[in-house]
C-alpha cells in the first residue's frame, strides 16, 4: 500500500544512516548457546493504526515458541525499501520484511531474499489467492508469503451526500457532476486527488491504458490513453472540481480533510479505512461509504492490487531463517490475519480468512468485492523506482509547470533510461 510522497526527499539522507541504525541480524542477534534465536522484523505498517496489533500478535508468536524472540522495529513506509537495500548490501539487513508488493521482484533480482518453496512459510500457500501468490514469485520461484492485500476505492461521505441528493458516480464525468452539485448545496468540497502517480492509476485504467505492455515490451504510460487519463485529473483540478492537492503532504492533507468532513469524496485503500473513523466526520460508522472506482471514457473501471509479502532475508544464518520461516507462517496464518483485519481494516490474502465476522463489516465487505476487479501491477523488478520518477512528473504536470504530453514523455524515457528491467522496451 501507498500513502503518498511526503517522505521521499528525506530517503537519501536516511539511507546513508541505515546501517548504523537499521537494525538487522548482526552477531548480537545470534543464538546464545543455551537461548532463543532473536529475529528482527522491520514492520512497514502505520505506526499507530497497524502496528499495534502486529505487536500482539508477535507476543502470541513468542508465547507458542518458547525458542524464538522477534525484535520488532517499526520503519516508515516510504523510507524502508532504500533502507533495505543499504542493509543488504551491507550484510546485515532484518531476517523478515514486511515488502510492498511491488518491492519484491526488485529485492529477489538483487538476491537480497532468500526463496521460500519447500520451507514452512508456505506450508499452506495453497489457501491463498493464486494471484497474489503468483505476484510474488520471480523465475517460477517464490520469495514472499501474501500478507495483506488492498485495492483503491471511492470512499465517500454518506450525510453529504445524501444532503446534496446525489448518489456514488459511475463514472468520472458522473463524479464532476456530482461534485459541482455537492459544493452547490452543502458548501462542502467535491473530491480530494492525492497527487501521487499511484493514485492516478484508475484514471489510466479507466481509460484501458497500462504503465507498460510486458507481453510486447512497450513502455506505454504516455501513450493516447495515458494522455487522457492524466488529463482528466488535471482538468478535474483546474475546474474546481477536485480540491488544488498539497504537493508536500498531499496523502495526509487528504486525509485530514476528509476525515473533518471538508471533503466529499477521496480514492483510498483499506488500510485507510481506520484513521478515517478516527474523525468527526465518521464518529457514526455507518457514514462511510465505499464504492468502485468510477469508469473513464472507455467504459470500464479499474483499480491496482497492491498489499504486502513477508520475505526472508538470504543473509541469515541457518537458525535465524528457519526461526523467521515459522514466524512468517504464523503470521500469514488463517487466525493472524483475521485477527489483523478485524483489528485494523485490512484485507486478509488467503481464502479461509474472511470469516464470517471478517466479511460481516459492510467496510471490508466492499473492498472485497472492489479486489475481485482490481489489476496486479506490472510484473517487473523496479516497480516502486517507476512510481517514484512518474510522480515527480505527475506533480510537475498537475502544477502545470509541464504539459501532460511533456510529462509523460519525460516519464517514459526516465523508466527505459533508469530503470534496468524495461532498458529494452519500446517507448510509445
Given at each position: 500500500?501507498?500513502?503518498?510522497?511526503?517522505?521521499?526527499?528525506?530517503?537519501?539522507?536516511?539511507?546513508?544512516?541505515?546501517?548504523?541504525?537499521?537494525?538487522?541480524?548482526?552477531?548480537?542477534?545470534?543464538?546464545?548457546?543455551?537461548?532463543?534465536?532473536?529475529?528482527?522484523?522491520?514492520?512497514?505498517?502505520?505506526?499507530?493504526?497497524?502496528?499495534?496489533?502486529?505487536?500482539?500478535?508477535?507476543?502470541?508468536?513468542?508465547?507458542?515458541?518458547?525458542?524464538?524472540?522477534?525484535?520488532?522495529?517499526?520503519?516508515?513506509?516510504?523510507?524502508?525499501?532504500?533502507?533495505?537495500?543499504?542493509?543488504?548490501?551491507?550484510?546485515?539487513?532484518?531476517?523478515?520484511?514486511?515488502?510492498?508488493?511491488?518491492?519484491?521482484?526488485?529485492?529477489?533480482?538483487?538476491?537480497?531474499?532468500?526463496?521460500?518453496d519447500g520451507t514452512p512459510a508456505v506450508k499452506e500457500i495453497g489457501s491463498f489467492n493464486q494471484?497474489?501468490?503468483?505476484?510474488?514469485?520471480?523465475?517460477?520461484?517464490?520469495?514472499?508469503?501474501?500478507?495483506?492485500?488492498?485495492?483503491?476505492?471511492?470512499?465517500?461521505?454518506?450525510?453529504?451526500?445524501?444532503?446534496?441528493?446525489?448518489?456514488?458516480?459511475?463514472?468520472?464525468?458522473?463524479?464532476?457532476?456530482?461534485?459541482?452539485?455537492?459544493?452547490?448545496?452543502?458548501?462542502?468540497?467535491?473530491?480530494?486527488?492525492?497527487?501521487?502517480?499511484?493514485?492516478?492509476?484508475?484514471?489510466?485504467?479507466?481509460?484501458?491504458?497500462?504503465?507498460?505492455?510486458?507481453?510486447?515490451?512497450?513502455?506505454?504510460?504516455?501513450?493516447?490513453?495515458?494522455?487522457?487519463?492524466?488529463?482528466?485529473?488535471?482538468?478535474?483540478?483546474?475546474?474546481?472540481?477536485?480540491?488544488?492537492?498539497?504537493?508536500?503532504?498531499?496523502?495526509?492533507?487528504?486525509?485530514?480533510?476528509?476525515?473533518?468532513?471538508?471533503?466529499?469524496?477521496?480514492?483510498?485503500?483499506?488500510?485507510?479505512?481506520?484513521?478515517?473513523?478516527?474523525?468527526?466526520?465518521?464518529?457514526?460508522?455507518?457514514?462511510?461509504?465505499?464504492?468502485?472506482?468510477?469508469?473513464?471514457?472507455?467504459?470500464?473501471?479499474?483499480?491496482?492490487?497492491?498489499?504486502?509479502?513477508?520475505?526472508?532475508?538470504?543473509?541469515?544464518?541457518?537458525?535465524?531463517?528457519?526461526?523467521?520461516?515459522?514466524?512468517?507462517?504464523?503470521?500469514?496464518?488463517?487466525?493472524?490475519?483475521?485477527?489483523?483485519?478485524?483489528?485494523?481494516?485490512?484485507?486478509?490474502?488467503?481464502?479461509?480468512?474472511?470469516?464470517?465476522?471478517?466479511?460481516?463489516?459492510?467496510?471490508?465487505?466492499?473492498?472485497?468485492?472492489?479486489?475481485?476487479?482490481?489489476?496486479?501491477?506490472?510484473?517487473?523488478?523496479?516497480?516502486?523506482?517507476?512510481?517514484?520518477?512518474?510522480?515527480?512528473?505527475?506533480?510537475?504536470?498537475?502544477?502545470?509547470?509541464?504539459?501532460?504530453?511533456?510529462?509523460?514523455?519525460?516519464?517514459?524515457?526516465?523508466?527505459?533510461?533508469?530503470?534496468?528491467?524495461?532498458?529494452?522496451?519500446?517507448?510509445?
Amino acid at each position: 500500500m501507498r500513502r503518498g510522497i511526503a517522505a521521499t526527499a528525506l530517503v537519501a539522507s536516511l539511507a546513508l544512516a541505515a546501517t548504523a541504525c537499521g537494525g538487522g541480524s548482526g552477531d548480537g542477534d545470534k543464538k546464545a548457546a543455551d537461548g532463543p534465536v532473536t529475529i528482527t522484523w522491520w514492520d512497514t505498517s502505520d505506526a499507530t493504526n497497524e502496528a499495534p496489533t502486529y505487536k500482539k500478535l508477535i507476543e502470541k508468536f513468542e508465547a507458542a515458541n518458547k525458542d524464538i524472540k522477534v525484535k520488532y522495529q517499526n520503519v516508515p513506509f516510504a523510507e524502508a525499501e532504500q533502507k533495505y537495500k543499504t542493509a543488504a548490501q551491507a550484510g546485515n539487513a532484518p531476517d523478515v520484511l514486511r515488502a510492498d508488493v511491488g518491492w519484491t521482484a526488485g529485492l529477489a533480482e538483487l538476491q537480497y531474499l532468500a526463496p521460500l518453496d519447500g520451507t514452512p512459510a508456505v506450508k499452506e500457500i495453497g489457501s491463498f489467492n493464486q494471484g497474489l501468490v503468483d505476484g510474488a514469485k520471480v523465475d517460477g520461484k517464490l520469495y514472499g508469503v501474501p500478507q495483506v492485500t488492498d485495492a483503491l476505492a471511492l470512499l465517500y461521505n454518506k450525510e453529504v451526500f445524501a444532503k446534496a441528493g446525489v448518489q456514488p458516480p459511475k463514472t468520472w464525468a458522473e463524479l464532476s457532476t456530482a461534485a459541482k452539485t455537492i459544493k452547490d448545496k452543502t458548501g462542502v468540497d467535491g473530491i480530494y486527488l492525492n497527487p501521487d502517480s499511484y493514485f492516478a492509476l484508475p484514471f489510466l485504467y479507466g481509460e484501458g491504458g497500462l504503465m507498460v505492455d510486458t507481453d510486447n515490451k512497450k513502455i506505454t504510460v504516455n501513450d493516447e490513453r495515458g494522455k487522457k487519463a492524466v488529463q482528466t485529473v488535471v482538468d478535474m483540478i483546474k475546474s474546481g472540481v477536485a480540491v488544488k492537492p498539497d504537493y508536500t503532504d498531499g496523502y495526509n492533507n487528504m486525509q485530514a480533510a476528509f476525515k473533518d468532513g471538508k471533503v466529499a469524496m477521496v480514492v483510498n485503500g483499506p488500510w485507510s479505512t481506520a484513521d478515517d473513523l478516527t474523525g468527526k466526520a465518521f464518529k457514526n460508522k455507518d457514514n462511510l461509504g465505499v464504492a468502485a472506482v468510477p469508469a473513464g471514457s472507455s467504459g470500464q473501471a479499474g483499480t491496482p492490487t497492491g498489499g504486502h509479502n513477508l520475505v526472508v532475508y538470504n543473509g541469515a544464518d541457518a537458525p535465524r531463517k528457519d526461526a523467521a520461516q515459522k514466524f512468517v507462517a504464523f503470521m500469514t496464518s488463517a487466525e493472524s490475519q483475521e485477527f489483523a483485519s478485524l483489528q485494523t481494516g485490512v484485507l486478509p490474502t488467503r481464502d479461509d480468512a474472511y470469516t464470517v465476522k471478517v466479511v460481516a463489516d459492510p467496510i471490508r465487505a466492499a473492498f472485497k468485492n472492489v479486489l475481485a476487479d482490481s489489476t496486479p501491477r506490472p510484473a517487473v523488478a523496479g516497480v516502486s523506482d517507476m512510481f517514484a520518477e512518474w510522480t515527480k512528473q505527475y506533480v510537475e504536470i498537475l502544477k502545470g509547470n509541464a504539459s501532460v504530453e511533456q510529462g509523460l514523455d519525460t516519464t517514459a524515457e526516465k523508466w527505459k533510461t533508469n530503470i534496468n528491467s524495461l532498458k529494452e522496451y519500446s517507448v510509445e
